[in-house]
């Protein structure tokens, strides 16, 4: 490393160069953290994980990783689980006690769910879509011909991708003159149950949907429990994109969520949720954000792609693009409706003498208030 890739925590006459030991690649991606915006104050968790550092379950043909309660300890009201299965590969019938919320990252994944009133869901799901299922609700993924990559979101911290109720676990811990009797066949037939998970395994990639939809005895309902986003139009403001995912668009969806691309120089506006966390992903580029909370606590964070950020409802902040690139990042709520306090608008809604008595702002920014006042990213 030479002297001009090295990052000193030295703002005018305050801080002191770092001799080390230092672990400079991790300081390169943190500026803020080393070297802190003078706003910054107080103590406020960390609201930073990356899934990289999260440990990585290697299996037949996939892997899985999760960010939960366990690891990022500010994040109790949801959890998130990275997840990739190669062509064919399956995620095992499950259920499990929370609702989960996913987005497809890469590939095609096929996700079949069957529901306590006997409806049939089999999608095959694209970058951009989404799904929904249920707390309680049996389901499977299966990896098409190019494979998957997905992103899962639990509403409860403390979830576990490790500890969800499996197929193959409940035939395996019930007595064999049970099964015998629930199926009405002689016990023998259960001499090859598998005596324990099977997770994640290799099948072939299965056959169209219209010809496996085709051997079954309901035709489908019309996607309850998926949302083919990746058809859906963002809204376009002057510094990016958001396309707004809740249950006025995806009525199953019990999670809302907001996909955000900011341009280079962009950013997503001051703004706080009244009613919800905020539950981040970043998929592209590079980008920080500020944390503000009472008393006069703040901290400024540094975001990259397959990184996870955490905002506790009520909590003001903003995300800016730091980067050259556009910033992808999605935002998942722990409530059905997307819901936003923007600054700006509270601020041009409110009469200018209040305002004006409060900040002691000059007109130029009374008059960019009425041009700012839509929440959007700029
Ligand atoms: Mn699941
Ligand atoms: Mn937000």
């Given at each position: 490393?030479?002297?001009q ?38 103590s ?21 990783r999760?960010v ?12 998130g ?12 019938l ?9 987005y497809i990252?890469?590939g ?10 006997g ?10 879509d ?5 707390a309680?609700i ?17 509403d ?6 490790n ?10 811990h019930t007595?064999?003159s ?12 259960f001499?090859?149950?598998?005596k324990?998970?099977?997770y ?10 219209d ?49 955000i ?7 997503r ?14 998929v ?7 944390i503000?909370d ?38 998942v709520?722990?409530s059905r409706?997307c ?11 409110t ?9 002691g ?14 929440p959007?990213?700029?």
């Amino acid at each position: 490393m030479n002297d001009q890739t090295r990052v000193e925590p030295i703002r005018g006459t305050r801080g002191s160069n770092d001799p080390g030991p230092r672990n400079l690649p991790v300081d390169l991606q943190n500026p803020d953290i080393l070297l802190p915006p003078d706003t910054d104050n107080g103590s406020l968790p960390n609201l930073k994980f990356p899934f990289a550092l999260a440990h990585n379950r290697l299996e037949d043909g996939g892997w899985a990783r999760e960010v939960t309660v366990r690891d990022f300890p500010a994040s109790k009201s949801m959890a998130g689980v990275n997840m990739r299965l190669g062509p064919g590969v399956v995620r095992e019938l499950h259920w499990h006690k929370e609702a989960e919320w996913a987005y497809i990252l890469d590939g095609t994944a096929r996700l079949t769910v069957v529901d306590p009133d006997g409806n049939v869901s089999i999608d095959d799901l694209t970058t951009g879509d989404m799904w929904l299922v249920p707390a309680g609700i049996p389901h499977a993924i299966q990896g098409m011909e190019d494979g998957t990559e997905f992103l899962l979101v639990f509403d409860d911290g403390n979830f576990s991708e490790n500890e969800t109720l499996l197929i193959t676990e409940y035939l395996a811990h019930t007595p064999l003159s049970v099964l015998a009797k629930n199926f009405g066949v002689s016990s023998d037939h259960f001499a090859n149950i598998p005596k324990s998970e099977k997770y994640i395994f290799r099948l072939p990639v299965p056959q169209p949907l219209d010809v496996v939809r085709g051997q079954l005895p309901n035709s489908p309902p019309p996607h309850p429990y998926v949302l083919l986003a990746s058809k859906i139009e963002p809204e376009r403001y002057s510094g990016g994109t958001v396309k707004t995912v809740d249950s006025r668009v995806f009525p199953m969806t019990t999670l809302s969520a907001l996909i955000i691309e900011i341009e280079p120089g962009g950013m997503r506006e001051m703004h706080w949720h009244p009613d919800a966390d905020e539950w981040q992903y970043y998929v592209q580029g590079e980008a920080r954000m500020t944390i503000f909370d009472a008393t006069n606590k703040a901290r400024t964070f540094d975001y990259r792609a397959g990184d996870v950020g955490f905002v506790p409802k009520t909590l003001g902040h903003y995300i800016e693009n730091t980067g050259e690139d556009p910033v992808r990042v999605i935002n998942v709520f722990n409530s059905r409706i997307c819901s936003d306090v923007s600054l700006n608008q509270w601020m041009a809604l409110t009469p200018p003498d209040l305002i004006r008595g409060h900040l002691g702002l000059d007109e130029t920014v009374m008059k960019a208030l009425r041009r700012t006042s839509q929440p959007v990213v700029r």
